[in-house]
């Protein structure tokens, strides 16, 4: 079961929880701490101890002085980051007092990171329907457009939460790849690999020793002569799965700063989005036994028309 937060959701943003190791060459929490966010202020940061803005598991205040066997997790507001407003904003497509289905913009993250909090999709839900119990079922890349579902209500949520885990909802996506010189059409097929996030790295690894722990269906929606439009089938839930699948036949996603090749960071350019769409997804509802289907409104700019 998952730490419930002693202190509530404030402006849509719930508060961090951190673990503190319950040795080590530190005399105190706060001295811990300090290390731990070498990039800030000490000053600043044991004044958040005084003011009683770090928390234990029971809401009480963690003293400066508290000793570092005193507490394993802390909890804390980040300080909001001085954040770009997003111009693009989602869609409710349904409702109802378990489920909200959205049409998630690109370039909005689904939850807090970096430098978006309230620039977040988890966050602006939270604040249009004045509710603090929200939580994605599913996530999309920040750079991915379309569908995205949140749980309502936490005594529901792990309904949900099973229809991913155990594979049981088709998703479906679109991409829009540039054509190769002399392409010739491989779809329909299957594209397995070995995909590994290692922390610290931007990209995921693909390991073609090991075996296959991913697996995306491909097939052809059209073609002109400068792009190719494909709908994919993800089998499995990896990360950036859809985008090196893709690239690793060739048809790397338009707009793609990571696949094939990782490209220096730049600022978000809103006139050229990655060409990726989480267009549907169906499953039958754990709770009423309905068969669902959601089909997102959005298009791809680069898409050849039909």
């Known amino acids: 079961m998952a730490m419930r937060s002693p202190l509530p959701v404030r402006d849509g943003v719930g508060a961090t929880r951190l673990h503190v190791p319950r040795t080590g060459p530190w005399p105190t929490v706060s001295a811990y701490m ?7 202020e000490p000053k600043w940061l044991l004044e958040r101890f005084d ?46 007092d378990d489920l909200v289905v959205i049409d998630k913009p690109h370039f909005l993250p689904t939850t807090p990171a970096g430098k978006y909090v309230q620039n977040s999709a988890l966050v602006r839900l939270r ?5 603090a119990d929200l939580a994605p079922i599913h996530r999309l ?29 088709e998703k479906v996506y679109e991409a ?22 290692l922390r610290a790295q931007v990209c995921v690894e693909v390991d073609p020793t090991r075996e296959p722990n991913s697996e995306t269906a491909i097939e052809l929606i059209n073609a002109d002569d400068h792009v190719i439009h494909t709908l994919l ?3 499995t839930g990896k990360m950036h799965q859809l985008r090196v699948h893709l690239a690793s036949v060739g048809a790397g996603i338009l707009n793609d700063g990571l ?7 730049k600022p978000d350019d809103h006139e050229h989005p990655l060409q990726l769409l989480a267009k549907e997804l169906r499953f039958t509802d754990p709770l009423s ?13 680069y898409a050849p028309r039909i």
């Open 127 to 131: 604040r249009q329907l004045d509710n």
């Open 51 to 96: 003011r009683g803005e770090i928390v234990a598991f029971d809401g009480t205040p963690v003293r400066r002085d508290t000793p570092l066997s005193g507490e394993e997790f802390v909890w804390y507001y980040r300080e909001p980051p001085a954040e770009a407003e997003i111009p693009f904003y989602s869609e409710i497509l349904y409702q109802d």
């Open 289 to 301: 036994g309905e068969e669902r289907e959601f089909v997102s409104r959005r298009t791809l700019q």
């Open 233 to 235: 089938k993800p089998r």
């Open 259 to 265: 696949y094939p090749l990782l490209l220096d960071e």
């Open 34 to 40: 300090v290390e731990r966010f070498f990039h800030l």
């Open 141 to 169: 890349d920040r750079a991915t457009a379309g569908l995205l579902m949140f749980s309502v209500r936490p005594q529901t949520r792990g309904a949900y939460q099973l229809l991913f885990q155990k594979r049981r909802i």
């Open 176 to 197: 829009v790849s540039a054509r190769p010189e002399g392409w010739e059409n491989p779809f329909p097929l299957t594209v397995h690999a070995h995909i590994e996030k």
